[in-house]
């Protein structure tokens, strides 16, 4: 368990430092860091849908599309701060209000509260469904 703290500890303080202006880091190599960060969780999840049977399994039949739900919210998130849509299409009308980042922000904490929901959902589904003493991981 340590090991899995320090390389976590090790990533986030390696993705902080990427964001320091001095240090001139290409604008990429930022982006390309949170995609990786983002995409350390499928691996995990298909693993997890696949040991349980995908959607023959009731909680992963009613969690996984909560996953991809996420995903796809922090997906479009991602999408609208990289195109720089709307500000984009038209140049100088979006610097207040409305802006691609303030948009990505506003993704970001639908997303969070759409994971909140999900979490949520899981403690009822496990408060009405306990584990079964025999239960096996196949």
């Known amino acids: 368990m340590i090991y899995v703290d320090y390389r976590l500890n090790h990533a986030c303080a390696n993705t902080m430092v990427l964001q320091i202006p001095s240090?001139?880091?290409n604008d990429n190599v930022k982006?390309?860091?949170?995609?990786?960060?983002?995409?350390?969780?499928?691996?995990?999840?298909?693993?997890?849908?696949?040991?349980?049977g995908w959607f023959e399994s009731p909680?992963?039949?009613l969690l996984l599309p909560r996953v991809l739900g996420m995903y796809f919210i922090s997906g479009s998130a991602f999408l609208i701060y990289i195109t720089k849509i709307p500000e984009r299409w038209a140049a100088g009308k979006f610097d207040y209000f409305g802006h691609s980042h303030q948009w990505w922000h506003l993704f970001?904490?639908?997303?969070?509260?759409?994971?909140?929901?999900?979490g949520m959902i899981y403690v009822d589904y496990r408060l009405n469904h306990a584990c079964a003493n025999s239960m096996r991981i196949p």
Do not use: Q
Not at 33 to 51: E, I, K, L, R
């Open 108 to 118: 970001v904490v639908g997303a969070l509260y759409y994971w909140h929901n999900t």
């Open 23 to 25: 240090l001139g880091i």
């Open 59 to 61: 909680v992963v039949a």
């Open 31 to 52: 982006i390309s860091t949170f995609v990786c960060w983002a995409a350390y969780g499928v691996v995990p999840t298909f693993h997890w849908a696949n040991s349980l």
